[in-house]
């Protein structure tokens, strides 16, 4: 019923508004044409100051009301890298965000059409124009200096003592696999995956290496440690989005990718400095991969080495739950009779 | 100049033809039936008046759509009955469904982009200014530029008939990602909704390239006497550009959604490889969706120029015209659109970033990328200086053009951010990249396209639109662009992914902060798009009822087009065609408003354009 009221009331004030503006149309043929448009001129010129000052102090209202919800402190070393390089960047484009936009409003103003007054005809300045290709070209190139600096010493290879952890994307959640005290991931086949049979992600169980690796919905990290995760897809694209962290990669079906990084404060400290005591870090999917995109979010445990040690200590490997669930028969030599060699899908083994 | 005979051989072949064609002219014309005159109609101005009422369409649809989703995003837990009316079960109990949603968002932004900003944009305005601006009958094959519109309508009937199957249109996003676009299992929209999609979007680009190839022979070709390149307006050159991107990558885009659909429905595996889905595993092997990406991305950048080159052209246009002043620096205003266009070609791969591309391969991209910033600030610079000691006259189309160029500058501004991939690594996906594109290409071609609309309606129809609506249009949309897009910077900043249904999930706690600011981004959306049905009623109303025009040049503009008939006939000049002496923005020179192009340059006049002389 208030919906109807709505659409009639908004109907109303459409006809009245269609009223006014034939009205004013018949005023100005009345008026003149050249008066109406000196009117016009002097209006309009008025509100396009008006649209700056106002724009100048909602710009500053908003930063106000928003700029307590932006993230914490980036969390990885690599974040302090990027949001200083955002902050270099902020501040050169925000000088030429006001230098241009106040120049823009003001000429708007000042240059509005007046009686008696004629446009000057200038339409060249070869050196004006020179500086002014020159300057955005020159502060481009320092830009770019520093960004492709960030760029490849974020994109080098991960450090020797990096710790790897596989990141595996599907509709619509994520699963982690950890290569156990052999420090090694078994091989995978995806035509192997069944859920059914505690196989997710189709770990080659007459791998040995396999045997230790531990499967989990949550990412655990090791505060200071380089990580690198490898990442892959079972299904579509989906996207590993590390928001506070300040980085994100790909996860592609067939594709493996890669993306390292070191993780600057455990969950705890950062419970304390955000003064959240639920504080828990995100990784969200952040490449639409279908209907249940929004909901593909996983935790993140940033924690000590000891904790970590102990955390992983305390889970089961996949193996030993498939071995449990009765899904691998206790005799695996059939299962080493698999063409291994046959398998294309290998995503990692070292 | 060789150039200069051929345009005068050419130009005497049109005038023979079409006097052949048109018996005695326009005294009386002969007989055309109402199907031959405005339906199947071979007249580039009736067919620039089809893109454009079809681009309207579209504009409505895919608007409105973001309204049914932005109420989605800011009303999260309010149920609106009236959706379960439209949508049925897709919507039950006024929700609607997270499917739905994505069909929604994956409409929107296609018939955002290919429809309406280039369709229905460069259909328009190509085909309005081309032959009128240049001096020319018609356009070189005006068969194939009929034949490009309705294959324009054929793509839009497709699209149409997908959003009313049973599994709903595509809802794999505009750009069109496989697997997830590849596989039948991988969502409803991926069923026959995305068939349709490739197929439709495949008839559209046979279409773009129809109405790319046209435009590029009828600019080379059919200028009129002494109207030489560098003498063109700016328009023009826009729409040139335009129509080469169009043409070299569109091709690239089809190849891509071809091999889509041999992925889709002939068991090949360009695109797939590895997949395990729905509880089986797919035998595909070997292919990469990266492949997908690079395809589509060639094309999808140079298309985010097709969109807004257009607007970039009627911008500068326009501002010379109603600042009553030259445009300032032609030639590095057309140095720089061909700058953008070749640059536009380097680019592609800043979408893919974070796509698992080679690092090192991405270094050359963000080069490129921020290069584009170079001739992107020369254009914002000379429209500043255009401005500047000019008399602007506030028509409507004049502030149309000036909130161009802001909204250009806050978006392109932006852009420096995003194309550096190392801060890409945390914006890529998330709100700022939609604040990003709505200002810089979204809103600020939809800007460049009503200033066009406003401008040139007079031509089109012999009427006026309201001007007190027109104002009304524009500041509400305006002031209602920048509360809508500026505070999503905040929420990308804040890492918020684009592309989520809701963000109510525990999960996402995080983002229950910006709950408030999205219901008022949803509120400001809703208003600012029943400003635009304001629009739509003032442009049909005055087609019929609007002031009608007594002198044939309103504005008084230089350009060729205003020295046709108020009512322009079929061949667009009822004598000969006139013929040009100067470049077109003689704007208070020597004392005198305006100066037509058709006006000699007397022989106390220093000229401008060919040869371009410094005064003083
Ligand atoms: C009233 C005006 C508009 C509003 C409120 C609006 C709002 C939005 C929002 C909120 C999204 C993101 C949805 C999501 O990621 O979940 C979106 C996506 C998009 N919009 Fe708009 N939009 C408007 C006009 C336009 C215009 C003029 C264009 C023309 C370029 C456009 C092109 C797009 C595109 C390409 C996407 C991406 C679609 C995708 O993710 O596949 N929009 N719009
Ligand atoms: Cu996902
Ligand atoms: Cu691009």
Redesign the pocket.
Known sequence: MSGFFVVVLLLLLFIIVVQIAKASEYVAILKGEKKTQEQNNRLHATLMLVFLIAGLIGLYICHELLKDKLLPVAASVQGVAIDHMMTVTLVITGIVFFITQILLFVFAYKYRGREGHQASYYHENSRIEFFWTAIPALTMTILVAIGLKHWFSITSAAPPNAMVVEVTGKQFNWIFRYPGKDGVLGKRDYRLIDEGKFNPLGQVWSDPYNHDDVVSSELHLVVGRPVKLEIGSRDVIHDVGLPYFRLKMDAVPGVPTTLWFTPKYTTAEMAKMTGDPNFVYKLVCDQ?CGAGHYSMVANIVVETQQEFDQWLASQKSQYELAKEGGAIPSDTTKMAMLPVKAQPSVVSAK | MSSEVYTGQAQRAAVAAVAVHDGDGHAHHHHQSFITKYIFSQDHKVISKQFLITGMIWAIIG?FF?VI??LQ?GFPDKSFPFLETIFGHWAAGGHISPELYYQL??M??TI??FF??TAGLSGTFSNFLIPLQLGARDMASPFLNMLSYWFFFAASIIMLISLFLKTGPSEA???AYPPLSALHEASEGSKTGMDLWLISMAVFVVSQLLAGLNYISTILNMRTKGMSMTRMPLTIWALFFTAVLGVLSFPVLLSGFILLLFDRNLGTSFYLSDIYIAGHALPNQGGSPILYEHLFWFLGHPEVYI?MLPGMGITSELLATHSRKPIFGYLAMVGSLFAIASLSFLVWAHHMFVSGMNPFLGAFFVLFTLLIAVPSSVKVFNWLATLWKGNIQYTVPALFAIGFVSLFISGGLTGIWLGNSALDLHLHDTYFV?AH??LV???A??FGMFAGVYHWFPKMFGRFMNNTLGYIHFWVTFIGAYL?FWPMHYEGLAGMP???YEYSADALAIYHRFQGLNEFISVV?II??AVQLMFVFNFFYSIFKGRPVKDPNPWKANTLEWTTPIHVGHGNWPGEIPEVHRWAYDYSKNGIDFIPQTVPVSPAEEEVGETVKTPQ
């Open positions: 639409l | 608007g973001s989703f932005r995003l968002v994956t929107h932004g955002m982009i309406v900003l996003g505009w750009t969109v939609i594109f709505h290409m979204g809103i071609a939809f809508m684009r592309r989520y959306a600012v798009f």
